[in-house]
């Protein structure tokens, strides 16, 4: 079974893209950096992360 993902989509020219995975029943921010975020069990948490993430 594959991971379900929702793209965040990051400022133009910044070259990050983030995005959510389910895995079981946490869901971890990632981005294309290689950046992972901690496992959470709430979705907008893991939003967040990947917000915060955006910013730096």
Known sequence: MRP???EVPSE???G???RTVEQGAFCIARCNC?????ARRARAKARED???H???
């Open 34 to 38: 290689g950046w992972t975020g901690p």
């Open 4 to 6: 379900k993902a929702s």
């Open 16 to 18: 990050h893209c983030t």
């Open 54 to 56: 955006l910013e730096r």
């Open 12 to 14: 133009p020219g910044e």
């Open 50 to 52: 990947a917000a915060a």
